[in-house]
């Protein structure tokens, strides 16, 4: 979900991109699987942050 070198660049930052294929014109059983490896995704990254459900 990156945009490439076109993104400004921090140093000292951690930066992940995540390829996504164009979902565009697909049906819904198709685009099922990408978004739940969004979710997949994200929830690693709330993990390894440390960050838990809200209460």
């Known amino acids: 979900m990156g945009c490439g070198d076109a993104c400004p660049f921090f140093f000292g930052r951690t930066y992940l991109d ?3 294929e164009d979902p565009a014109g697909w049906g819904v059983e198709a685009v099922c ?4 490896g969004i979710e997949q995704g994200v929830r690693g990254l709330l993990t390894g942050l440390g960050v838990g459900p809200a209460a």
């Open 33 to 36: 699987p990408i978004r739940d």
């Open 18 to 20: 995540w390829k996504l």
